[in-house]
């Protein structure tokens, strides 16, 4: 059996741990997520996976990791559950708000003096929902959605549990102080009743939308092109190859003049030739 491996306290206490898991363990994890999801665990990331691994053994009684591990070796729920356990899903609307302001002062005036029939934008790694609300709302509380007949934006995760809450799109009341006061008011309503503190994006918003869960390694059932394709913050999980792939594909997926956008700390690396640098992270295909 393997060392168990234990997480140094700031003060060079080691914790007792509640289950076992050892290093080769660990190994495995990590193995396991890069190839089924692309996700590079550094690792630093050690005490960070023994966490979230641990809620998934006190649900299922066990008490070591080799006899959790046949039960996401099979496709299945729990391979799903442990999958979701440990995706980060951390995000806020109109994050980077650079993008936001590039979206309402070049590329909806674009749009519409191209009288564009259709915009398709894709939000790929979408996370609970609040980057997508956040372009949809800001095309709402622009004259685009009644210059442009068909917009859509398609909203895609992994995590089955986040892409659940971006569906419903109902949010608090304290990360309204995030969304500028035109986009709120396009693109939400309040909460009454037992609904009070909450907020819920409008309805109308939600019908240019679709919720789809997606593995980025998978092959892609649809084809594009988009006008805007938004990974944020997504990329900086996996490891420079796979980056590298993925980018490549997105580019193929975008429009001859369309745009992509990455996080604040991700780069295209190889293939900067084939996109103009726009700054700020964001990208116009070549
Ligand atoms: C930190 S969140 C970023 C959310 C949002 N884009 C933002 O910038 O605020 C990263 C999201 O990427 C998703 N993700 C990670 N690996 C993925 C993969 N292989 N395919 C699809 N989504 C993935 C995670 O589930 C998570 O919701």
């Given at each position: ?106 590329l909806i005036p674009k ?50 549990n986040v892409l659940a ?122």
């Amino acid at each position: 059996m393997g060392r168990v491996l234990d997480a140094m306290t700031s003060a060079g206490v080691i914790p007792e741990r509640e289950f076992e898991f050892t290093d080769k363990d660990f190994k495995f994890v990590q193995w396991f997520m890069h190839k089924h999801v692309g996700i590079y665990l550094s690792d630093k990331k050690m005490p960070m996976v023994y966490g979230r691994i641990a809620r998934r053994l006190r649900e299922h009684k066990l008490q070591r990791f080799s006899d959790y591990r046949p039960l996401i070796e099979e496709e299945g729920e729990e391979r799903v559950n442990f999958i979701n356990g440990l995706t980060t899903n951390k995000t806020h609307f109109f994050r980077e708000m650079h993008h936001f302001d590039h979206v309402e002062k070049v590329l909806i005036p674009k749009w519409i003096a191209e009288k564009r029939t259709k915009v398709r934008i894709w939000s790929a790694g979408c996370s609970t929902g609040e980057e997508p609300y956040s372009y949809m709302s800001l095309l709402a509380s622009t004259p685009l959605f009644d210059r442009v007949p068909d917009v859509k934006l398609l909203a895609t995760d992994l995590d089955t549990n986040v892409l659940a809450t971006a569906e419903k799109g109902v949010y608090s009341e304290e990360q309204i102080s995030a969304i500028p006061k035109p986009c709120l008011k396009a693109g939400f309503v309040r909460g009454r009743g037992e609904h009070e503190g909450m907020i819920k994006a409008k309805s109308d918003l939600q019908s240019h939308m679709t919720f789809r869960q997606l593995n980025l390694f998978s092959p892609w059932p649809f084809k594009g092109p988009f006008d805007l394709i938004s990974c944020r913050n997504v990329m900086i999980y996996f490891d420079k190859p796979t980056q590298q792939d993925l980018i490549q594909r997105f580019h193929q997926y975008l429009a001859s003049d369309g745009h992509l956008f990455i996080g604040h700390s991700e780069g295209i690396g190889e293939c900067a030739d084939r996109f103009e640098n726009l700054g700020h992270t964001m990208f116009q295909k070549r």
